[in-house]
Nanobody, 127 residues
Framework: QVQLVESGGGLVQAGGSLKVSCAVS????????MGWFRQAPGKEREFVAV????????DYAESVFGRFTISRDNAQNTMTLHMNRLKPEDAAVYYC????????????????????WGQGTQVTVSS
């Protein structure tokens, strides 16, 4: 059984940086892409970033492009999201997801229809 555990959320001032990580236990499929999503209060969960199984391809939501960087270490079974120049509108619960059917190019929501999700980690950005 695959389990995803996020860590690293917290409180940061606007303009600051934060890193959230996802630890994977259990066996995912050998070509499993992974990604980050977020959900703010009163809003639907939205896509943030995705990375292919080998780390060579990725995609970002326009709102975070150029500020966030996604990476993964398959040897350590971890995935990380580095968030820079944070804005108050970045505040949300951030969820890690695995078993995303992403290979390259632009992400579309149907690629995550069979995703496995973590429990989320809170990111708060003060203005």
């Amino acid at each position: 059984q695959v389990q995803l555990v996020e860590s690293g959320g917290g409180l940061v001032q606007a303009g600051g940086s934060l890193k959230v990580s996802c630890a994977v236990s259990g066996r995912t499929s050998s070509r499993s892409a992974m990604g980050w999503f977020r959900q703010a209060p009163g809003k639907e969960r939205e896509f943030v970033a995705v990375i292919s199984w080998n780390g060579r391809d990725n995609d970002y939501a326009e709102s975070v492009f150029g500020r966030f960087t996604i990476s993964r270490d398959n040897a350590q079974n971890t995935m990380t999201l580095h968030m820079n120049r944070l804005k108050p509108e970045d505040a949300a619960v951030y969820y890690c997801a695995a078993e995303i059917a992403y290979w390259r190019g632009r992400f579309s929501s149907n690629m995550a229809k069979n995703a496995i999700w973590g429990q989320g980690t809170q990111v708060t950005v003060s203005s």
